[in-house]
């Protein structure tokens, strides 16, 4: 049996390369469809190397959140019945099978069934990494532990950028075929990381595998101490929540919708969906084009394509400091107040 480790920042750090392959493929794409290999390989038009029509380019960019949409749908599910961790591992195989698809395209339906398989990865991974992050972390760090999915992000996107931008002074298909191939490293970490960290402790319970749970939770939380209060005060509030869990089974999803659960299924459907909306994905996939518009080309385009990648990753460091002490909901409003206020 493979030996676990409990050091629930070892945890995070491998649990959110789950994020990174978001990040990989957002900066993977942003950075290659300026590229001439890319546009080359997979022109529409009549005239060469103007790269697939406008509604197509749009297709290709979208078929990966269409594979996360769906995966959405039954990551839940999924994670119930096969536990976090395993569900985490199966994205990370799903993520690799679509990588090789996308870097072997041959065409542009075969690039859009790589694309929604990554999706497809990326909504597991995307739903179960903070969930898996929470029902391990301590109550004081979990606010910047859940954080670091997001870091994992925006350094998934950085570092694509450059290599996809290394990789664009190759030529023909070579150009966008590396760094699509080069997605699946990280998910190959995550896979075998994931071995050597625990189960979560609420899963387990919610199996009656009580045992199990107690240990994981010595491990995490007691540093090995059985008699740790932690250890007992968080079982306790797992038994808790098990509780609840029972008394809500009979409870349907109509119940969402009542005066007594409306505003907080309001604040938790359009926080996501505000937040998908406010314009940024824009900036995130097609900023080589908006530069590309602002008359920049070559080197010059991508560097300065760069710029708001870099900045993403230095600007997501106060919140994973400040979260946890001024609140999420202080951290939200001036996140979205800058992020108005750059956008306008």
């Avoid at 190397?49 to 960019?61: A, D, F, K, N, Y």
């Avoid at 699946?184 to 071995?195: E, N, Q, R, S, W």
């Avoid at 070559?298 to 300065?304: A, C, K």
Wanted: hydrophobic share 50%; charged share 10%; glycine share 10%.
């Amino acid at each position: 049996m493979v030996k676990q480790y409990g050091n629930i920042y070892l945890i995070a750090g491998i649990s959110v390369i789950g994020g990174a392959l978001f990040g990989f493929d957002i900066s993977s794409m942003s950075a290659i469809i300026a590229g001439k290999g890319y546009l080359c390989y997979f022109n529409q038009g009549d005239e060469p190397c103007l790269g697939p029509r406008s509604e197509v380019q749009g297709g290709i960019t979208a078929s990966m959140a269409g594979g996360s949409w769906l995966a959405s749908l039954c990551s839940g599910f999924l994670a119930d019945r096969i536990g976090r961790k395993k569900a985490i591992m199966t994205a990370a195989v799903i993520w690799v099978i679509g990588s090789i698809i996308v870097s072997a395209s041959q065409n542009i339906a075969m690039l859009i069934v790589g694309r929604v398989i990554n999706g497809f990865s990326v909504g597991i991974a995307s739903a179960q990494v903070p969930v898996y992050i929470t029902e391990l972390a301590p109550p004081a760090k979990r606010g910047r532990l859940v954080g670091m999915q997001q870091w994992a992000i925006t350094w998934g996107i950085l570092i694509m950028f450059f290599i996809s931008y290394g990789c664009s002074f190759l030529n023909g298909p070579t150009a966008f075929r590396v760094p699509w191939a080069l997605q699946m490293i990280p998910a190959i970490i995550l896979f075998f990381g994931m071995m050597i960290l625990p189960e979560s402790p609420r899963w387990l319970a919610t199996k009656n595998r009580w045992e199990e749970c107690e240990q994981v939770l010595v491990l995490t939380l007691g540093k090995g101490d059985s008699n740790s209060p932690l250890v007992a005060d968080e079982l306790k509030d797992i038994k808790e929540w098990l509780e609840i869990e029972r008394q809500s089974q009979q409870t349907s999803y109509l119940e969402l919708f009542s005066p007594r659960y409306i505003n907080r299924t309001h604040i938790g459907l359009f926080m996501q969906i505000w937040s998908q909306l406010c314009g940024m994905n824009v900036m995130m996939y097609y900023i080589s084009y908006v530069f590309a518009m602002a008359g920049l080309t070559g080197n010059t385009l991508l560097i300065s394509s760069s710029i708001q990648y870099i900045i993403n990753v230095v600007m997501t460091v106060p919140a994973l400091l400040f979260v946890d002490k001024i609140g999420r909901r202080t951290t939200l409003l001036v996140g979205s107040t800058l992020m108005m206020t750059w956008l306008f």
